[in-house]
């Protein structure tokens, strides 16, 4: 049975189908919502950020937080309750680049021809945590699995920067030197803050010859929203240049999981 089967225009079907569809969305939209917050919601935020009404998002609250996955401060603020440390292990413990990363920067090498990357926070850091080489008889040095260091350099580091939590950003800056890796690295703070706010506006990152002379890069968040991962597509300048739209579009389409449009 496919999803046509399950939502039809039958009316009976409808009225008990749809209710349960709107509801597991609005919970998930409400768990982000109160994750990527710094301190948490307060009923009347969440209600005008997620434009639902007062009354089923009570109703929605009172079970998430009777189920421990939300509960509220002393201040009556929204939070992530202790129900969801086991989702997080749970997450952290799945996520491995051999079972959920390696086949996607490898789809996205294989389509693209060049070398695919994804990269994470760990530990306050920004890790390659997977590489696949590219087909192409032109390509990019690849940098290794399990590379850290420069994010202030490297298209994935600074998209990962420009979407981090400021507290997460203003560790890393008060860590970590902005060495200049190439001519072209910037290395100030209020340069790069300027870049993060431009990323957030376009939605993806580059580095052009930042990190490396006659390389260049774009990254995208694998995540909508908070990019706690990014995929990445690295090549020789010149052809980085001839065929950056494309490879936006590969990276893009294959972070939904669909296919790129033939050109």
């Known amino acids: 049975m496919n999803y046509h089967d399950y939502v039809t225009d039958d009316a009976h079907t409808d009225s008990r189908a749809r209710p349960r569809v709107q509801t597991a969305s609005r919970v998930i939209r409400i768990l982000t919502a109160v994750a ?3 301190n948490g919601l307060t009923t009347r935020e969440l209600s005008d950020q997620l434009g639902i009404g007062r009354q089923a998002l009570y109703h929605l609250l009172h079970t998430l937080t009777a189920s421990g996955a939300l509960t509220r401060t002393s201040a009556n603020r929204i939070v992530l309750g202790l129900g969801m440390v086991t989702i997080a ?3 952290e413990r799945q996520l491995s680049p051999s079972e959920h990363l390696d ?3 490898r789809k996205i090498a ?3 021809g060049e070398t695919a990357y994804a990269a994470g926070w ?3 850091e920004v890790h390659v945590l997977a590489v696949a080489s590219g087909t192409g008889p032109v390509r990019a ?3 290794p699995l399990g590379y850290v260091g420069h994010a202030h350099a490297r298209a994935s580091g600074k998209l990962l920067l420009a979407v ?3 507290e997460l950003r203003e560790e890393y800056f008060r860590t970590h030197d902005l060495d200049p890796c190439t001519p072209h690295t910037k290395t100030s703070v209020e340069d790069l803050t300027a870049e993060f706010e431009q990323i957030k506006r376009q939605g993806f990152s580059l580095d052009e010859e930042e990190f490396a002379v006659g390389l260049s890069c774009v990254a995208i968040p694998l995540d909508a929203s908070s990019a706690p991962l990014v995929a990445a597509v690295s090549a020789p300048t010149q052809h980085f240049r001839e065929n950056l739209d494309r490879n936006l579009e590969v990276l893009q389409t294959v972070a939904r999981g669909s296919e790129p449009m033939s050109r």
Request: no cysteine.
């Open 89 to 91: 292990r749970g997450l």
């Open 103 to 105: 086949p996607l920067v």
């Open 122 to 124: 760990r530990n306050g």
């Open 110 to 112: 294989s389509m693209t």
């Open 141 to 143: 040095a690849e940098t």
């Open 36 to 38: 990527e917050s710094e």
């Open 164 to 166: 981090a939590r400021p």
